[in-house]
């Protein structure tokens, strides 16, 4: 197989599957990670756990490797529960494989498990109840409901345990307010990440993920009217 001339490894599902529709050879295997995090934000501090995908394959036979995160959870009310979490990934999760598969790219389609946190969290008997996703709301709007959303920027710090050292990270998170069916509703998400000691090397080209994934979103609420400020990270 011929390599990629002015290869620039994929940093994205969307980069994936436009290498595949040009014709090379893509083969992708997702590992998933389960992180605990501590997280400083604003005057909060506290400990969650990302749940990530590590995305690590070839290209005509050159590698690369990128992470996605999916969700966070917690066992406070600082951001979803651990079990919610774990929906809320599983279900962004399947949207990104259909990408890839309607492509014809071929993975293994595993997915977050509640066992696999055992490990991790014993802390499983808080009240809850359905959490909604973002496409949920898109799909409110989309049967004809007034749906209005605003968005908080931020980039949040955290320390990423692994299993022998830490990891100092940069979280891109978006706090979504959305109003609908006469209720305010908080949904977050992390569209990128950065290593904090490379905020040189990392951060512009992270910022860029980010803000394409924003462009996508957009996209979706425009085709709903789904009223909103558009807004990037900068």
């Known amino acids: 197989m011929e390599p990629v001339a ?8 969307t980069d994936l599957v436009a290498l595949k529709e040009h014709g090379f050879e893509v083969i992708c295997n997702p590992r998933f990670e389960i992180l605990p995090v501590d997280f400083a934000h604003r005057d909060n501090k506290y400990r969650a756990f990302v749940f990530l995908c590590r995305f690590i394959g070839s290209v005509n036979g050159q590698d690369y490797m990128f992470r996605k995160c999916y969700a966070r959870g917690c066992p406070r009310n600082l951001c979803p529960h651990v079990s919610q979490a774990i929906m809320i ?13 309607d492509a014809g ?15 991790k969290f014993d802390e499983m008997e808080e009240e809850r109840g359905p959490l909604l996703a973002l496409h949920d709301y898109i799909n409110i709007a989309k049967e ?3 749906v209005e959303v605003e968005m908080a920027l931020e980039f949040v710090p955290g320390v990423e345990h692994f299993a022998n050292y830490k990891n100092k990270q ?3 998170m978006v706090d979504f307010s959305i109003t609908v069916l006469g209720k305010i509703c908080h949904y977050e998400r992390c569209l990128a990440c950065y290593q ?7 951060r512009a080209q992270t910022i860029d993920i980010a803000n394409e994934r924003l462009k996508i979103l957009y996209d979706e609420f ?3 009217s789904i009223k909103y400020e558009k807004r990037f990270f900068g």
Do not use: C, H, S, W
Request: charged share 35%; proline share 4%.
């Open 6 to 13: 002015n290869y620039k490894p994929p940093n994205r599902i």
């Open 89 to 101: 990934a599983n279900r962004y999760l399947q949207r990104d494989y259909k990408k890839l598969t």
């Open 105 to 119: 790219i071929q993975v293994k389609k595993r997915l977050f498990t509640l066992a696999d946190m055992v490990v």
């Open 144 to 146: 004809g409901n007034e």
């Open 170 to 172: 940069v979280f891109l």
């Open 196 to 202: 904090a000691d490379k905020q040189k090397q990392e």
């Open 222 to 224: 425009d085709q709903v």
